[in-house]
């Protein structure tokens, strides 16, 4: 099928300007005369841009698939917005050898709508003591991550990081100190102290930053840290790109768009890390638009309803994120004012794609991935209109603009909503 899609504004070599998007037997190509078209189809008022790309979610198959599935999420993702995702190792099996990742790879085949790339874990079942098959795993994987848990050993952290720099990977932490962790399940701030809520303290992520920033320097890893969420991981990893380390990270929406006391007693706002104070909260904003921070993932982690039902401290920690990215961080940091759509745009999308070498971009030639939004739809976060199997979001409620209209995943229709899909004759 080759599809014309014109009247557009296209996001392109870092602008928006006005323009079409063509694409012929699943790549994108110009300069085809019209007749040459299946279909054409008007995107007056719309807006194009390159798929969006998350590198941290959870899908939970195999062996969690009553929360998500490769098609559950991978479905979620293209409503978000997304043609690539990294999906984090915490499954069982964990895909600690190439015998272990096999039911993941044959799900994807299977089932994705989008590109979905896997993690290896970095030690054998993320236990933290024995390294995993990493080179056998390579040519499968996006990067190496324990993601769920931190490397508690500094010494198995360093050999990874030799083995990985090897084979020109990247180390992806989930940083988080055990030995500090006493019990806590919220951040260790003003809310846990009023309403008798045991706390996590800011020290137990970037405790293990720095040891892991001074590996980075013995050994020269690609390292890349997950969802940062304190202050003080901000200006460690400020410090470490001014020496010119390898060192990149991402955050959240929920770290960027709330602080702790906006919490309720409720599972929805219950994830890992956790929502921390005013301060750490404008850190990481100044972060994102400074460049510190380099890209904004979901870490989107669907829970069952009943897990998630358990108050802030009986529910598992998580919640979705792939749905609410874009609308969310739209309307409540590029309509305010606090970030351009264009940085906006390289942080979930031009920035992650060159980290971790996902390619997608609006380039001739190249598999089409891309997404249509009504940059003027309002509406409020619904969890009733998520495909995700996964409901618990702490934004129930919250206004946003931005409607995903269309995404196309490697020249295939991944999402599309109903009005599109009637002048496409769906
Ligand atoms: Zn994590």
Known sequence: MNYLFENANVYRNGRLSEGSVSICGGVFHSGRARTSFDRIISLKGYTVFPGFADVHVHFREPGFSYKETIRTGSLAAAHGGYTAVC?????????????????????????????????????????????AELEELAPYVVAFSDDGHGVQRGEIMHQAMLRAKALGKLIVAHCEDNSLLRGGYIHDGAYAAAHGHRGICSESEWGQIARDLELVRETGCGYHVCHISTKESVALIRQAKAEGLDVTCETCPHYLLLDDSMLQEDGRFKMNPPIRSKADQAALLAGVQDGTIDMIATDHAPHTIEEKSRGLAGSLMGVVGLETAFPLLYTHLVLTGKLTLERLVELMCDDPRRRFGLGGTLQEDRPADFTVFDLNAACSVDPDTFLSMGRSTPFVGWPVQGKCMLTMANGHIAYCDPAIAKELDL
Not at 88 to 93: I, Q, S
Not at 107 to 116: G, N, P, Q, S, T
């Open 87 to 131: 999906t984090m190792p915490n499954l069982n099996p964990a895909p600690d050898s190439v015998e272990n990742l096999r039911p993941q790879l044959e799900a994807i085949r299977r089932d994705a709508a989008v590109h979905v790339i896997p993690y290896g874990t970095i030690t054998a079942g993320e236990k933290g003591t024995v390294i």
